[in-house]
């Protein structure tokens, strides 16, 4: 068969959704400040679905960071590979700020966070090697583990239990074999909220020999009491072996890291395959990064406004009835019952009607018969937006439950 023909057929599980989608439900376009209130199509929206947790997109202090860098640098600056020609004072700066900052001894930049995580489990296990990662991870850490050569074995979510007999499955190979063992999970699943279960999975470690790999993207910045991360949160720090975290969330930015061991890194500089063969980190976000650290570090008022925001949020929705599922961090989740029709009305409802603008969620991420709409807090959000977005949930689930989407035809984008 042809290939474009046999993709003509079959456009993916999102993509056939696109003829009607695409421009509202996908690719929308959210334009002017990046700040609660945007254009969508024309028409102002209270956003919820940006991971500018910290507000920092539109910070003054970082705009001008960001402007001053590109200014002085350009984008270019530096040409080629760390390793070959692409190495500056200044990105070894950020590597030695990030590892003081997440309690490291020693970091390494990443170009970007999805790749850095593929690259790194790749680096990290050969074929005599075990993987034991939880079931809920993100497309990262699955497409890491798909790299894998040797075997791996997945945990029920947060389970503890189920971890402890992948763990025992492990060993008896690595038994065989003479390999290791790396766990990997992550600090804030982006999804449902849920804090990773970093205290239990640490304390396994006392029976069973490994290594624990964290991907905290939604923790980094969010979490413990500088902002460390999840396991500063639950005070487990030093259980995590690697600590990774994106830029792409609280730094509000492009670039990742990946921090550990002087030894490992030194290893993971010279066997990064994502990082060996590609370009360095433009020198503007190194710039602009050690600008957002610095504001990471001295004005934990910005993480304050974040979780009174938080608590607003999530308190106010279970005040009302709504089920917010189990989440621990500022990840929001609401989830109603309705069909894939039901969604796609609400999404349009909220947005045309409610001036509400935020992510949904449907199966296969979700049960059938499940919706999820996933609100995403942050600093600059303020006490009357929640107020606002409160309300505007009551309005449509009054309304879903009344069957009133389900009787309407469905809308369609143009
Ligand atoms: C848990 C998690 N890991 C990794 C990534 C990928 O990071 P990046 O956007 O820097 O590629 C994301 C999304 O941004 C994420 O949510």
Redesign the pocket.
Known sequence: MDLFEKIAANRGPLGSHSHYAHGYFTFPKLEGEIEPRMIFRGKEVLTWSLNNYLGLANHPEVRKADADGAAQYGMALPMGARMMSGNSNLHEQLESELADFVQKPDCMLLN??????VSIIDAMVGRHDVIVYDAES?A?IIDGVRLHAGKRFVYTHNDMESLEKQLQRAKRITDETGGGILVIT?GVF?MSGNQGNLKGVVALKEKYEFRLFI?D??GFGTMGATGAGTGEEQGVQDGIDLYFS????SMAS???FVAGPESVIEYLRYNMRSQIFAKSLPMPLVVGALKRLELLRTRPELKDNLWTIVRALQSGLREKGFNIGTTSSPVTPVFLNGQIPDATQITFDLRENYGIFCSIVVYPVVPKGVIMLRLIPTAVHSLSDVEQTIKAFEAVAEKLDKGLYSKTSPVLAN
């Open positions: 970007f966070g999805y790749q850095g995580v993100h990262c992550e982006g991907d993207a939604h994106t830029f792409a969330k492009i670039g990742a």
